[in-house]
């Protein structure tokens, strides 16, 4: 059973925005570190963005920098991935994941909870 749940994903034009979002139900996720990752058909999982807990420190994958934001909600138990400028190779199931730390940085070991992923497909 995943213990965190991913929403907003869906079918988007080259160039436009999607964001996704991330929630815990069973338990607080202001106080866990938090990655977005994503898996592309036939590829590795790989780190997207990640946060610590105070929201005050990020990082990108090289890839997304300048194209995506990852922050946490004024809505508690929240964090969000806002996704701008998409472009086809951004195609994947993207998942979040958290971990009882204040920072856990891109690699999926890190992380003890995760999503079941939600599907963005960049297609025109």
């Known amino acids: 059973q995943s213990q965190l749940v991913e929403s907003g994903g869906g079918l988007v034009q080259p160039g436009g925005s999607l964001r996704l979002s991330c929630t815990a139900p069973?338990?607080?996720?202001?106080?866990?570190?938090v990655g977005w990752f994503r898996q592309a058909p036939g590829k590795e999982r790989e780190g997207v963005s990640c946060?610590?807990?105070?929201?005050?420190?990020?990082n990108y994958a090289d890839s997304v920098k300048g194209r995506f934001t990852i922050s946490r909600g004024d809505a508690k138990n929240t964090v969000y991935l806002q996704m701008n400028n998409l472009e086809p190779e951004d195609t994947a199931v993207y998942y979040c994941?958290?971990?009882?730390?204040?920072?856990?940085?891109?690699?999926?070991?890190?992380?003890?909870?995760w999503g079941q992923g939600t599907q963005v497909t960049v297609s025109s």
């Open positions: 994941a958290a971990t009882y730390s204040d920072y856990a940085g891109l690699r999926a070991r890190e992380y003890d909870y």
């Open positions: 946060i610590t807990t105070s929201g005050d420190t990020t």
């Open positions: 069973g338990f607080t996720l202001d106080y866990y570190a």
